[in-house]
Protein backbone atom coordinates (compact mmCIF):
# COMPACT_ATOMS: atom_id res chain seq x y z
CA UNK A 1 0.00 0.00 0.00
CA UNK A 2 1.44 3.58 -1.02
CA UNK A 3 1.91 5.72 2.16
CA UNK A 4 -0.67 8.48 2.07
CA UNK A 5 0.16 11.95 1.51
CA UNK A 6 0.37 14.32 4.27
CA UNK A 7 -0.67 17.90 3.43
CA UNK A 8 1.77 20.59 4.38
CA UNK A 9 0.69 22.57 7.01
CA UNK A 10 0.94 26.64 6.73
CA UNK A 11 1.97 28.21 9.77
CA UNK A 12 4.25 31.12 10.68
CA UNK A 13 7.08 28.79 11.78
CA UNK A 14 6.95 26.56 8.77
CA UNK A 15 7.07 29.86 6.81
CA UNK A 16 10.47 31.22 8.30
CA UNK A 17 11.86 28.15 7.98
CA UNK A 18 11.43 28.36 4.46
CA UNK A 19 12.61 31.71 3.19
CA UNK A 20 15.31 31.84 1.15
CA UNK A 21 16.04 34.60 3.72
CA UNK A 22 14.66 36.01 6.54
CA UNK A 23 13.28 39.52 6.07
CA UNK A 24 12.29 41.98 9.11
CA UNK A 25 8.46 40.86 8.97
CA UNK A 26 9.41 37.25 9.32
CA UNK A 27 11.69 37.98 11.95
CA UNK A 28 8.77 39.87 13.42
CA UNK A 29 6.13 37.56 13.18
CA UNK A 30 8.65 34.62 14.38
CA UNK A 31 9.10 36.74 17.72
CA UNK A 32 4.78 37.90 18.17
CA UNK A 33 4.35 33.99 17.81
CA UNK A 34 5.94 33.09 21.03
CA UNK A 35 3.82 33.01 24.00
CA UNK A 36 3.66 36.43 25.87
CA UNK A 37 6.07 38.51 23.45
CA UNK A 38 5.43 42.08 22.83
CA UNK A 39 7.45 44.70 20.49
CA UNK A 40 8.18 48.11 21.10
CA UNK A 41 10.63 51.10 20.49
CA UNK A 42 12.22 52.28 23.66
CA UNK A 43 15.45 52.93 21.80
CA UNK A 44 14.31 55.20 19.15
CA UNK A 45 12.49 54.28 15.81
CA UNK A 46 15.37 52.13 14.10
CA UNK A 47 15.26 49.59 16.78
CA UNK A 48 12.60 47.32 17.16
CA UNK A 49 12.78 45.53 20.57
CA UNK A 50 10.78 42.46 21.30
CA UNK A 51 9.93 41.52 24.96
CA UNK A 52 8.44 39.04 27.21
CA UNK A 53 7.38 39.94 31.37
CA UNK A 54 9.13 42.98 30.39
CA UNK A 55 12.85 41.54 29.42
CA UNK A 56 14.00 42.17 26.03
CA UNK A 57 15.23 38.72 24.35
CA UNK A 58 15.53 39.93 20.67
CA UNK A 59 16.61 43.64 19.47
CA UNK A 60 16.43 44.41 15.50
CA UNK A 61 18.48 47.02 14.01
CA UNK A 62 16.11 48.77 11.33
CA UNK A 63 18.03 50.53 8.99
CA UNK A 64 20.86 47.53 8.68
CA UNK A 65 21.46 45.62 5.42
CA UNK A 66 21.36 42.71 5.52
CA UNK A 67 19.27 42.38 8.87
CA UNK A 68 20.98 42.04 12.18
CA UNK A 69 19.21 41.13 15.54
CA UNK A 70 20.97 40.91 18.62
CA UNK A 71 20.09 37.67 20.64
CA UNK A 72 20.56 36.69 24.52
CA UNK A 73 22.93 33.01 24.44
CA UNK A 74 24.87 31.41 27.00
CA UNK A 75 27.99 32.24 27.99
CA UNK A 76 29.81 29.34 26.21
CA UNK A 77 27.27 28.75 23.55
CA UNK A 78 27.71 32.54 22.39
CA UNK A 79 31.36 31.98 22.33
CA UNK A 80 31.08 28.61 19.91
CA UNK A 81 28.74 29.81 17.95
CA UNK A 82 31.12 33.10 17.14
CA UNK A 83 34.10 30.76 16.63
CA UNK A 84 31.83 28.48 14.11
CA UNK A 85 30.22 30.87 12.21
CA UNK A 86 31.50 34.45 10.58
CA UNK A 87 28.03 35.95 10.88
CA UNK A 88 27.74 35.37 14.57
CA UNK A 89 29.10 38.62 16.55
CA UNK A 90 29.50 39.62 20.00
CA UNK A 91 26.24 41.65 20.98
CA UNK A 92 26.72 44.94 19.45
CA UNK A 93 25.84 47.12 22.16
CA UNK A 94 25.07 44.76 24.54
CA UNK A 95 26.95 42.80 27.18
CA UNK A 96 29.04 40.23 25.44
CA UNK A 97 29.55 37.30 27.31
CA UNK A 98 25.10 37.31 27.14
CA UNK A 99 24.56 38.64 23.50
CA UNK A 100 25.43 37.95 19.88
CA UNK A 101 24.85 39.63 17.14
CA UNK A 102 23.10 38.10 13.92
CA UNK A 103 23.91 39.11 10.15
CA UNK A 104 21.49 37.07 8.50
CA UNK A 105 23.27 37.44 4.76
CA UNK A 106 22.20 33.59 3.81
CA UNK A 107 25.10 31.86 5.33
CA UNK A 108 23.37 30.75 8.22
CA UNK A 109 20.91 27.99 8.43
CA UNK A 110 17.11 28.45 8.81
CA UNK A 111 16.97 25.83 11.72
CA UNK A 112 19.74 27.83 13.70
CA UNK A 113 18.21 31.32 13.45
CA UNK A 114 15.03 29.83 14.77
CA UNK A 115 17.06 27.92 17.46
CA UNK A 116 18.84 30.86 18.63
CA UNK A 117 15.61 33.06 18.64
CA UNK A 118 14.11 30.39 21.15
CA UNK A 119 17.31 29.93 23.09
CA UNK A 120 16.69 33.80 23.80
CA UNK A 121 13.57 34.10 24.45
CA UNK A 122 13.81 30.80 26.67
CA UNK A 123 16.38 32.01 28.75
CA UNK A 124 15.13 35.81 29.22
CA UNK A 125 11.63 33.93 30.49
CA UNK A 126 12.97 31.23 32.38
CA UNK A 127 14.63 33.82 34.06
CA UNK A 128 11.93 35.63 34.54
CA UNK A 129 10.13 32.51 36.39
CA UNK A 130 13.11 31.72 38.65
CA UNK A 131 13.39 35.11 40.48
CA UNK A 132 9.73 34.51 40.75
Known amino acids: ?27 RDYCLSKPGAEEGFPFGEQT ?14 LDSFPLQFNVKCEPQKAIDLRE ?28 LLAQMIDNSFTLVRGKQKREA
Do not use: C
Not at 2 to 22: D, G, H, I, Q
Not at 85 to 110: C, Q, R, S
Open 84 to 111: EYPAILPGYHMNKKHWNTIIVDGTLPHK
Open 1 to 27: MANPVVPYRFSKENSFLNWLKMDIEQL
Open 48 to 61: LVFKVDKKIFLLAS
